[in-house]
Structures are given as structure tokens and as C-alpha cells.
């Protein structure tokens, strides 16, 4: 003896699921934290790009940032005394991404790889407990 529904229109009950290829936004739609300045004159907004003012290593934190961020670019400005650092929370404002554009003497000479290892030396302890890193890194 076949198995009845519970009910006489079971198949009614099914919802349709559609599944759609999902669409690659700009990171400025995806963020959920204070809005990003844009346009050509970010860095001269963010004060992030010590070279134009001549202070090699003198990068300063722009007020946007949230408090991960601001770790984050404490610490890297600490040990790696970047020319350029910019540091953003990609994973939409919980944490558990970050975006790093650093430029340094410190990496002078040394391949792209070993620059990347040299900021997880760096990040050690935070990176552990992140999802993933996005690296930029190069000498000036």
C-alpha cells in the first residue's frame, strides 16, 4: 500500500526555490560601517599616504576607522612604519576580514611572498581568530 501525503495537496505546500548567481557589488555597497570617502583625492582625505607630507613613517589613522580597524593599523604602523597604510573591514563590519594596503621600506628586497609572511609575523594572534586577509603589500 502506497504512502499518503497528509495532506491532499502536499505538492501545493513546496515553495519554488530559485537559485540566482549572486552579483558582485562594490565594496562601498557591501560595508555596513561608516560610508568611505571616495574619488581621487582619497588619500588626501584619509591622511593615510605619508609621502605626500614627507613624514616617512608618520602614517596617521583617519577617524573612520572602527575599533578592529584601528588595531589593526596600530599595530601594523608600530612594526612596520609604513609610508601608506590603509586598513578596512571587509567582512561588512563583524570582524572577521580585513583588507591591508601597506607600503614599507621594510619589505625592500624582499619578494612578494616574503612580504606577506612578514605581516603575518606581524598579525599573528589577530589573523588566528579572522576568516581570511586580503594583502597589498609593496616597498616604495
Known amino acids: 500500500m502506497p504512502l499518503r501525503p497528509l495532506c491532499a495537496s502536499a505538492k501545493a505546500l513546496r515553495l519554488p526555490v530559485q537559485i540566482t548567481r549572486p552579483t558582485l557589488l ?6 555596513t560601517t561608516t560610508p568611505r570617502p571616495q574619488g581621487p ?11 605626500e607630507s614627507g613624514d616617512a613613517g608618520k602614517v596617521e589613522a583617519p577617524d573612520y576607522l572602527s ?10 604602523k608600530q612594526e612596520l612604519e609604513p ?9 561588512g563590519g563583524c570582524g572577521s576580514m580585513y583588507g591591508l ?6 619589505f625592500a628586497g624582499l619578494s612578494v611572498i616574503k612580504q606577506h609572511q612578514l605581516v603575518n ?3 599573528k594572534d589577530e589573523i588566528s581568530k579572522w576568516h581570511g586577509v586580503q594583502l597589498k603589500t609593496k616597498a616604495p
Do not use: C, M, W, Y
Open 26 to 31: 562594490p565594496q562601498r555597497f557591501l560595508s
Open 41 to 51: 583625492n582619497v588619500q588626501e582625505v584619509t591622511g593615510t599616504q605619508a609621502q
Open 67 to 76: 575599533e578592529g580597524e584601528l588595531h589593526v593599523f596600530n599595530k601594523l
Open 83 to 91: 609610508t601608506k597604510l590603509e586598513v578596512q573591514d571587509v567582512s
Open 101 to 106: 594596503d601597506i607600503v614599507s621600506s621594510r
Open 121 to 123: 609575523r606581524v598579525l
